[in-house]
């Protein structure tokens, strides 16, 4: 009986890792976004669209887990799969039913949505079984995720989407090709090892790290740009943004100031504040549309939920504990 409560509640357990749960609101918030930029008045269909993103998210972590379980044999073998916490079998359906579930909402909402959602689970697979070892393309590939979750948003809110969320959704499409281009920084060593041609095995992380902060400035000058047709509040769509633009400055200043080696905690930290920076960005988006008040509301618990997971779960889904010391063993035994 023990032995069975266990096993539960080991298996909840790597559902939940595999989740990254300190991820899993921005999906949420950009499908949000996208609704509230689209719609005329309040939001229409707003936990849809959130829900809708949120699962297409999810299923991407587990397909990503899945597609990746070789190369974490390797590099991060703590992880729910390699280590035999979750089987391959059950991330492959999780990753199944979180898609179906999403496709479920979208086409409840407007079946014309459908091509694009078709595009972004492509999408999905191709970044995690062909181009994120390819280098930029995976990057590329992963910003264009973002930008079409809410896009998809948008369409849930109303049957086309307004030409006005075209600098958003670029923006978006830069800032998350370079918030993944830091997070490749991060994995060198592991992608180095697994045969990944990422930016910073192919050119080295000095490159990749200046590379990132071009986009990185781009992603945000493409939103600040769409504040010219913001529905409701200008001014508090740019307040966010430079909160967003102070935290960014916080992951990037620090990866500049690395000599031409940075090691993996201190490039794990700088995503850490990224992660954080993007529900910002996110919500400067929703404060465009529906003002900074209710942006504001919609970020708090969100931001501190993703803080307080992070700092529970990261460092322990990055990186293999460290070897446990021989204390009291006699090393000739
Ligand atoms: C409706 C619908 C289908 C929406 C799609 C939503 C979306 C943006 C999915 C992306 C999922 C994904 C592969 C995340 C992994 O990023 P990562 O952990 O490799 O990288 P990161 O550090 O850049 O987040």
Redesign the pocket.
């Known amino acids: 009986m023990a032995g069975r409560w266990t096993r539960g509640r080991t298996t909840v357990l790597a559902h939940v890792q595999t989740w990254?749960p300190y991820?899993t609101s921005y999906?949420a918030l950009?499908?949000l976004a996208g609704a509230a930029w689209a719609a005329d008045a309040g939001v229409r269909r707003p936990a849809v669209a959130a829900g809708?993103?949120a699962l297409?998210?999810l299923?991407?972590?587990y397909l990503?887990d899945w597609f990746d379980r070789g190369l974490d044999a390797i590099a991060k073998p703590q992880r729910p799969i390699p280590s035999g916490r979750l089987s391959a079998d059950a991330a492959l359906v999780g990753g199944v039913l979180c898609a179906t579930a999403?496709a479920v909402l979208?086409v409840a909402a407007n079946w014309a949505v459908l091509p694009l959602?078709l595009i972004?689970?492509a999408g999905?697979v191709g970044?995690?079984r062909v181009f994120k070892k390819r280098g930029l393309s995976g990057n590329v590939s992963?910003g264009a995720?973002?930008a079409?979750?809410v896009v998809?948003g948008a369409m849930i809110a109303r049957p086309a989407p307004p030409w006005s969320l075209l600098p958003v959704a670029a923006g978006l499409l830069l800032h998350?090709t370079a918030?993944?281009l830091v997070?490749t920084v991060r994995d060198v060593d592991g992608d180095r090892e697994g045969g990944y041609r990422s930016v910073p095995v192919r050119h080295g992380v000095r490159r990749a790290v200046r590379l990132a902060l071009s986009l990185y400035a781009g992603g945000l000058a493409l939103v600040a740009s769409a504040a010219g047709w913001a529905p409701r509040d200008a001014a508090g769509q740019v307040a966010l943004l430079v909160v967003a633009a102070g935290c960014g400055a916080a992951a990037f200043v620090p990866l500049l100031r690395s000599g031409p080696v940075i090691d993996a905690r201190s490039a794990l930290r700088a995503?850490e504040v990224l992660v954080a920076e993007r529900l910002v960005l996110a919500a400067a988006v929703l404060a465009g549309a529906r003002g900074v008040v209710t942006a504001t509301v919609v970020l708090l618990p969100v931001l501190l939920f993703s803080l307080v997971t992070q700092k529970l779960m990261r460092a322990g889904h990055e990186f293999p504990p460290a070897p446990a010391p021989l204390f009291g063993k006699d090393p000739s035994a």
């Open positions: 990254r991820t999906p950009l499908g809708a993103a297409g998210w299923s991407g972590h990503g999403s979208v959602f972004a689970m999905i970044y995690s992963r995720l973002t079409l979750a998809i998350d918030s993944n997070g995503h």
